[in-house]
């Protein structure tokens, strides 16, 4: 029985919508242009990478020899076995996208070893968590300790094997292996089995923690065997605190981690299709709304140091060196690919677009490399992934971003095919016996050709919808069949049906005339990106001493952050006119396509000389892409107030040998944090960290310079009594006071020079509650010189 049919049954939901489903990738192939590029730079990247080194936490973990050493980086640092599930899923990916025969040698390769490790293993239990094992079992017995990022001292233990499962389905899903449909199905009865007897309170306090898509994971087992028993866990694993917000409308994201939020919500949206649960729908609905038209910037990614801040003030977002993440939007494309499916919204399709353009490909280095963090401040720029060496989070996804290009561009729902992107591209519509062309430079070029290649005698009439873009003009694209021109039956941001019997060798002919125009900041301050058409572009801009920058990152803990210096915002480029009225001013290069130039309007950068190109070809660079206003009388004023802002924050960074935000999930992993009784949240938009035991980090001072340790600390918080170690020393018995001026106050504790000197530059700061007390809160931490 169909998992639809059983879940309309079994729960009596309501009415369950015709889905428009994706073309299978093996239908699709990508002809010439930037995507099928960076496809074969993706393949390429792949097969530098190591099946035994990625297979090395999970085999060590079920107790066999690996059969060589593991990675380092996040491979080794509590987070060993993701990539070796993002590789997984990669290499299904890439074989459906291409038939490539060495990917499906190392996928099988890959779940033959895997599969020896869940053998050995005994319960169907497979991952490569440090220690796993005896986590696991305390979590059955009910001992159950979770916090934002960690359970039971294991940093983020269910995102880990979300990757695993998700490498298990997809090797079944597009690779058609059959053992790695057993496996998955083994370890989803190892999970029910270990969550049998947590309480509804219990696997809420888990969910706490950052869990990947584990919700949608259990829904698509649930669909691959027809067992209820799935489905229900799917809901078991559905986060209340996040769900019921977003099903009633009420946007609580602010301070929240955005990547460890859009699973939950693929999820929700996965569960509302395979059930019909209405509230699940509605939150998928309002969390895309909110994200997409509030909290995102012009390329279609969001968050800065990976949280949402708030959707009225994106100050840090041109301020931060740490700008949106990649693995974000991947994953928002995932979610607006369902979100179409089940209504075919233009919007859908704009945004996908966007995205996929100006974040996705432009996040592939073209020689290889992927990128963690794009920075929008002005005069920054991005570094790269190198196969041997970064294992961050966001290659893992970017491995499976570049080799799945083909699952968007079209669709079909019955007789229908939907063209929802303008890319190089033949689709097998088996179901209809329909081969299809499509040819086309775009976006270098405004139009796209679709040639019907081979029709079925008999089977050739259908309807053929062309996603007319919200950025072309009413009544400025056009369409013509064989030649002809068709009145069109729709406006920016709908669907151009055409219904006629096909034949083999018909054409349809698409303008998409391509304006050039500005995108202020979502909170309407005064920053502006430059787009033509959906793409973003961007201008090269440097520095004194930018030969000394290194955009391939090392293998580094933090080496997903470009730690350069730094421009400062009064002498970032600027567009200077009279008013904002001033896109007239850019002009098309002639012979270097979607390259313009802006006399009079920019200055800093090369001044008039200024190209602004596409952001997804800028590549090892310093970049502008949102750029402040000024006019002429009021350039030297803004510059000012742009200096007087900065001044004190740049000489903290400058006297800054390592720093924490405690509270948020990467600074505190790249600082190794531990600690028992812990909790974290937001108050005041702050991130904060306390423990009614303890909580420690570990802080690097390579040339043991540090002097002073300085903590920010609330107001509200006063009265907690608390001792702060270093490396086992106390430095200082601490009771906090509730005299400051502000809600936050800092306070320096200087460092012994001896315990400085015999510390060799690594410092274990431990913060120990007082009897009765607690540690904290704790709302900053730098070290300074």
Request: aromatic share 10%; net charge neutral.
């Given at each position: 029985?169909?998992?639809?049919?059983?879940?309309?049954?079994?729960?009596g939901?309501?009415?369950?919508?015709?889905?428009?489903a994706?073309?299978?990738?093996?239908?699709?192939?990508?002809?010439?242009?930037?995507?099928?590029?960076?496809?074969?730079?993706?393949?390429?990247?792949?097969?530098?990478?190591?099946?035994d080194?990625?297979?090395?936490?999970?085999?060590?973990e079920?107790?066999l020899?690996?059969?060589?050493?593991?990675?380092g980086n996040?491979?080794?640092?509590?987070?060993?076995?993701?990539?070796?599930?993002?590789?997984?899923?990669?290499?299904?990916?890439?074989?459906?996208?291409?038939?490539?025969?060495?990917?499906?040698?190392?996928?099988?390769?890959?779940?033959?070893?895997?599969?020896r490790?869940?053998?050995?293993?005994?319960?169907?239990?497979?991952?490569?968590?440090?220690?796993?094992?005896?986590?696991?079992?305390?979590?059955?017995?009910?001992?159950?300790?979770?916090?934002?990022?960690?359970?039971?001292?294991?940093?983020?233990?269910?995102?880990n094997?979300?990757?695993?499962?998700?490498?298990?389905?997809?090797?079944?899903?597009?690779?058609?292996?059959?053992?790695?449909?057993?496996?998955?199905?083994?370890?989803?009865?190892?999970?029910?089995?270990?969550?049998?007897?947590?309480?509804?309170?219990?696997?809420?306090?888990?969910?706490?923690?950052?869990?990947?898509?584990?919700?949608?994971?259990?829904?698509?087992?649930?669909?691959?065997?027809?067992?209820?028993?799935?489905?229900?866990?799917?809901?078991?694993?559905?986060?209340?605190?996040?769900?019921?917000?977003?099903?009633?409308?009420?946007?609580?994201?602010t301070?929240?981690?955005?990547?460890?939020?859009?699973p939950?919500?693929?999820?929700?949206?996965?569960?509302?299709?395979?059930?019909?649960?209405?509230?699940m729908?509605?939150?998928?609905?309002?969390?895309?709304?909110?994200?997409?038209?509030?909290?995102?910037?012009?390329?279609?990614?969001?968050?800065?140091?990976?949280?949402?801040?708030?959707?009225d003030?994106?100050?840090?977002?041109?301020?931060?060196?740490?700008?949106?993440?990649?693995?974000?939007?991947?994953?928002?494309?995932?979610?607006?690919?369902?979100?179409?499916?089940?209504?075919?919204?233009?919007?859908?399709?704009?945004?996908?677009?966007?995205?996929?353009?100006?974040?996705?490909?432009?996040?592939?280095?073209?020689?290889?490399?992927?990128?963690?963090?794009?920075?929008?401040?002005?005069?920054?720029?991005?570094?790269?992934?190198?196969?041997?060496q970064?294992?961050?989070?966001?290659?893992?996804?970017?491995?499976?971003?570049?080799?799945?290009?083909?699952?968007?561009?079209?669709?079909?729902?019955?007789?229908?095919?939907?063209?929802?992107?303008?890319?190089?591209?033949?689709?097998?519509?088996?179901?209809?016996?329909?081969?299809?062309?499509?040819a086309?430079?775009?976006?270098?070029a405004?139009?796209?050709?679709?040639?019907?290649?081979?029709?079925?005698?008999?089977?050739?009439?259908?309807?053929?919808?062309?996603?007319?873009?919200?950025?072309?003009?009413?009544?400025r694209?056009?369409?013509?069949?064989?030649?002809?021109?068709?009145?069109?039956?729709?406006?920016?941001?709908?669907?151009?049906?055409?219904?006629?019997?096909?034949?083999?060798?018909?054409?349809?002919d698409?303008?998409?005339?391509?304006?050039?125009?500005?995108e202020?900041?979502?909170?309407?301050?005064?920053?502006?990106?430059v787009?033509?058409?959906?793409?973003?572009?961007?201008?090269?801009?440097?520095?004194?001493?930018?030969?000394?920058?290194?955009?391939?990152?090392?293998?580094?803990?933090?080496?997903?952050?470009?730690?350069?210096?730094?421009?400062?915002?009064?002498?970032?480029?600027?567009?200077?006119?009279?008013?904002?009225?001033?896109?007239?001013?850019?002009?098309?290069?002639?012979?270097?396509?979607?390259?313009?130039?802006?006399?009079?309007?920019?200055?800093?950068?090369?001044?008039?000389?200024?190209?602004?190109?596409?952001?997804?070809?800028?590549?090892?660079?310093?970049?502008?892409?949102?750029?402040?206003?000024?006019?002429?009388?009021?350039l030297?004023?803004?510059?000012a107030a742009?200096?007087?802002?900065?001044?004190?924050?740049?000489?903290?960074?400058?006297?800054?040998?390592?720093?924490?935000?405690?509270?948020?999930q990467?600074?505190?992993?790249?600082?190794?944090?531990k600690?028992?009784?812990?909790?974290?949240?937001?108050?005041?938009?702050?991130?904060?960290?306390?423990?009614?035991?303890?909580?420690?980090?570990?802080?690097?001072?390579?040339?043991?310079?540090?002097?002073?340790?300085?903590?920010?600390?609330?107001?509200?918080?006063?009265?907690?009594?608390?001792?702060?170690?270093?490396?086992?020393?106390?430095?200082?018995?601490v009771?906090?006071?509730?005299?400051?001026?502000?809600?936050?106050?800092?306070?320096?504790?200087?460092?012994?020079?001896?315990?400085?000197?015999?510390a060799?530059g690594?410092?274990?700061?431990?913060?120990?509650?007082?009897?009765?007390?607690?540690?904290?809160?704790?709302?900053?931490?730098?070290?300074?010189?």
């Open positions: 029985m169909k998992l639809r049919l059983l879940a309309w049954l079994l729960l939901a309501g009415t369950l919508a015709q889905a428009a994706p073309f299978p990738l093996a239908d699709v192939r990508l002809g010439a242009g930037p995507f099928l590029d960076a496809q074969t730079t993706d393949l390429n990247y792949l097969m530098a990478m190591e099946p080194r990625l297979l090395a936490p999970s085999l060590r079920a107790g020899e690996p059969r060589k050493p593991g990675y996040w491979e080794s640092s509590g987070l060993d076995g993701h990539m070796g599930g993002h590789y997984l899923s990669a290499l299904a990916l890439m074989y459906a996208s291409t038939g490539d025969a060495e990917t499906l040698r190392r996928l099988n390769y890959m779940v033959a070893e895997l599969q490790a869940q053998h050995a293993n005994g319960d169907g239990y497979l991952g490569g968590i440090p220690g796993g094992r005896q986590a696991w079992r305390d979590v059955a017995a009910g001992k159950l300790e979770a916090d934002g990022f960690s359970v039971n001292g294991k940093w983020v233990p269910w995102y094997l979300h990757k695993v499962y998700a490498g298990l389905r997809d090797a079944y899903r597009y690779g058609g292996n059959r053992d790695a449909r057993a496996m998955l199905v083994a370890l989803s009865d190892w999970a029910l089995a270990l969550t049998a007897r947590l309480s509804p309170e219990q696997m809420q306090a888990m969910l706490r923690s950052e869990h990947g898509g584990m919700n949608e994971i259990f829904v698509d087992v649930a669909e691959i065997t027809g067992d209820r028993k799935y489905l229900d866990l799917a809901l078991r694993f559905s986060h209340q605190a996040i769900l019921q917000p977003l099903a009633r409308q009420d946007d609580q994201l301070g929240l981690h955005a990547n460890t939020q859009i939950k919500v693929i999820g929700f949206q996965r569960i509302h299709d395979a059930t019909g649960r209405k509230d729908g509605d939150a998928a609905r309002f969390f895309w709304e909110t994200v997409v038209d509030k909290r995102s910037v012009a390329i279609g990614g969001n968050s800065v140091k990976e949280h949402f801040h708030s959707r003030d994106f100050a840090p977002m041109v301020h931060d060196a740490e700008g949106p993440e990649t693995c974000n939007t991947y994953n928002m494309l995932k979610l607006t690919q369902m979100l179409f499916a089940a209504e075919q919204k233009g919007a859908y399709g704009d945004y996908y677009e966007r995205a996929l353009y100006n974040h996705i490909l432009s996040s592939q280095r073209p020689q290889g490399g992927l990128v963690y963090f794009t920075p929008l401040r002005p005069n920054h720029y991005r570094v790269y992934s190198q196969p041997d970064g294992m961050w989070c966001c290659v893992g996804s970017g491995i499976e971003s570049h080799a799945k290009y083909g699952e968007f561009i079209y669709a079909h729902e019955k007789d229908t095919l939907f063209v929802n992107l303008f890319m190089a591209s033949t689709l097998d519509w088996k179901a209809q016996g329909v081969r299809l062309t499509q086309t430079r775009f976006p270098d405004e139009t796209t050709r679709l040639t019907i290649d081979r029709t079925t005698p008999g089977s050739n009439t259908f309807t053929v919808k062309i996603r007319y873009p919200g950025w072309v003009a009413p009544g694209m056009t369409v013509q069949v064989n030649g002809k021109a068709v009145k069109l039956d729709a406006g920016p941001g709908g669907y151009v049906a055409l219904t006629r019997r096909w034949r083999a060798g018909d054409r349809i698409v303008r998409l005339p391509m304006t050039t125009h500005l202020q900041l979502p909170d309407k301050s005064n920053y502006y990106a787009l033509h058409g959906p793409v973003v572009l961007a201008a090269r801009t440097r520095m004194p001493g930018d030969e000394r920058l290194q955009y391939l990152a090392d293998d580094a803990r933090m080496g997903h952050i470009a730690s350069g210096p730094v421009c400062p915002m009064e002498s970032a480029p600027m567009f200077v006119s009279d008013s904002v009225d001033f896109i007239r001013r850019f002009k098309p290069v002639a012979g270097k396509p979607l390259t313009f130039t802006a006399p009079g309007l920019v200055h800093g950068a090369d001044g008039p000389a200024t190209e602004f190109v596409p952001f997804f070809r800028l590549h090892e660079s310093r970049y502008t892409m949102y750029w402040q206003h000024a006019t002429p009388v009021g030297r004023a803004q510059q742009n200096a007087s802002g900065e001044a004190e924050r740049l000489a903290l960074d400058a006297r800054t040998v390592d720093q924490v935000a405690p509270g948020e990467q600074p505190e992993s790249d600082h190794f944090f600690g028992e009784g812990i909790d974290a949240g937001v108050s005041n938009g702050r991130h904060w960290r306390h423990a009614s035991k303890w909580f420690s980090y570990e802080l690097k001072d390579p040339k043991q310079q540090a002097g002073v340790l300085r903590l920010t600390y609330a107001k509200a918080d006063a009265g907690r009594r608390f001792d702060i170690l270093v490396n086992g020393h106390v430095l200082a018995n009771t906090l006071t509730g005299d400051a001026a502000g809600d936050f106050y800092t306070v320096d504790y200087p460092i012994p020079a001896a315990l400085r000197d015999a060799q690594l410092l274990n700061v431990r913060f120990v509650a007082q009897a009765g007390s607690l540690a904290g809160g704790l709302y900053g931490l730098r070290l300074l010189r």
